[in-house]
């Protein structure tokens, strides 16, 4: 069945394996993120923690942990574009990201890049695909 099919024509997910983050108005443009944890998967322990951002207008959400080394990012919560809000700045080894695609363009992890997760802006909200649902991913 084509997403989207199987749900009540109310349902304001963009699809049934979508989660809401926040409101749309929350992200602005290099400013602060939302900060949200995804469900745990088969073999995980806990939570994984994730955020998203506003850039050039466009949501984008990551999984919360530098490609160098598996820390944090935000150096305070929802804190994590440069001082000009262009680059998503690791606060631990200052690893610079490209917030459109996660590429890590200067730092010890230059070329690698975050886990990034599939965001849309639908309905005056902030959605992610959970991870459980493996059938759309690599689209």
């Not at 400013?31 to 944890?37: M, P």
């Not at 730092?107 to 959605?127: N, V």
Request: charged fraction near 25%.
């Amino acid at each position: 069945m084509p997403e989207g099919q199987d749900r009540h024509p109310e349902d304001p997910r963009p699809g049934p394996a979508w989660v809401s983050v926040c409101p749309a108005i929350a992200l602005v443009d290099g400013g602060e993120g939302v900060r949200f944890d995804l469900v745990p998967q088969s073999g995980e322990r806990s939570p994984i923690a994730a955020f998203v951002v506003r850039h050039k207008g466009r949501a984008f959400a990551y999984v919360n942990q530098c490609a160098h080394v598996p820390v944090e990012l935000d150096w305070q919560p929802g804190h994590f574009f440069d001082e000009e809000g262009e680059h998503l700045i690791c606060a631990t080894h200052g690893a610079t990201y490209r917030p459109h695609d996660g590429v890590c363009i200067a730092g010890p992890c230059r070329g690698r890049r975050l886990q990034s997760l599939d965001c849309e802006e639908h309905g005056g909200q902030i959605w992610v695909r959970s991870r459980n649902d493996e059938r759309r991913r690599g689209e």
